[in-house]
């Protein structure tokens, strides 16, 4: 079947409005099946329809290098197609992959110290202090602002003493990044909320994480850190910008790259 980008768009702003206006009760049963609803009618989509393989898993290999350590266990949330947990698995002790659409086409070859777990998009099941990194690539914006406390507070739950999380997700001052992105101004479809800086700092810091850092750069030099005011005033001047000038510049590498936010937090004692 032939991709049709504005079907897709119209599909997945239906399902998003249905997910928008629900408790958490209906969450349970809903975010696993529009998600399937929607990867079944474009099965393409877990695998990028824009990028490779070796390119996805490039930029993350490169991020989570600093991390490998055999004796660590690594979670990853919303895991798509597994490929990256299918490649770290070769750096770390175990993986467990988390995903809420069982239609998505998985990645052959099933490592031993993999587990995957399809779950409801809300309940996750790990033992208190198991998990030494948690892996969140392109979910924070996905989630339903009712379901952000009690999923960070899993989150800080399962980590060991001084654990990582690891959370990319897109900015919105260069957004909208879901398939809205042709079609409106703000975010109408997956995308329940897009952030700043200046918000993720604020909701990690609430929720009992501290060094609280951005990373930028490229997969070919690799990534460094910068300090999150520093980040939180580029946004901030940024955002001067007339609208329409910000549009122009967001497809810029140089600008896509400084908020594209990749942030790595560690759990406070």
Not at 84 to 91: D, M, Q, R, Y
């Amino acid at each position: 079947m032939t991709y049709d980008k504005f079907e897709h768009f119209q599909l997945e702003r239906k399902l998003a409005n249905e997910l928008r206006n629900t408790t958490v009760d209906q969450r349970r049963v809903l975010y696993g099946k529009l998600y399937n609803d929607l990867f079944s009618s474009f099965p393409n989509i877990p695998d990028g329809l824009n990028i490779s393989k070796e390119d996805r898993l490039a930029w993350q290999l490169k991020l989570m290098k600093r991390l490998f350590d055999k004796n660590k266990v690594v979670l990853e949330i919303g895991a798509g197609d597994c490929l990256l947990s299918k490649e770290l698995a070769k750096h770390f002790r175990k993986i467990i992959a988390y995903e809420v659409a069982d239609s998505i086409p998985f990645i052959e070859g099933k490592p031993d110290n993999f587990e995957l777990k399809i779950f409801n998009g809300v309940d996750m099941k790990e033992q208190p202090s198991s998990v030494d990194i948690i892996y969140s690539n392109q979910v924070f914006e996905h989630l339903h602002l009712d379901d952000i406390t009690p999923l960070l507070n899993d989150y800080h739950s399962y980590l060991t003493k001084g654990g990582k999380l690891v959370v990319i997700t897109p900015h919105r001052y260069t957004g909208p990044h879901d398939i809205s992105r042709d079609f409106t101004k703000e975010a109408e479809g997956f995308h329940m909320k897009e952030y700043t800086y200046k918000e993720m700092k604020s909701i990690l810091s609430a929720h009992g994480f501290k060094k609280i850092r951005g990373y930028i750069g490229y997969s070919k030099i690799g990534y460094f850190a910068v300090p999150m005011p520093l980040l939180i005033l580029a946004e901030k001047m940024f955002n001067i910008f007339p609208s329409g000038l910000k549009r122009k510049m967001r497809g810029n590498s140089l600008v896509f790259n400084l908020f594209g936010m990749k942030i790595i937090a560690e759990k406070k004692d």
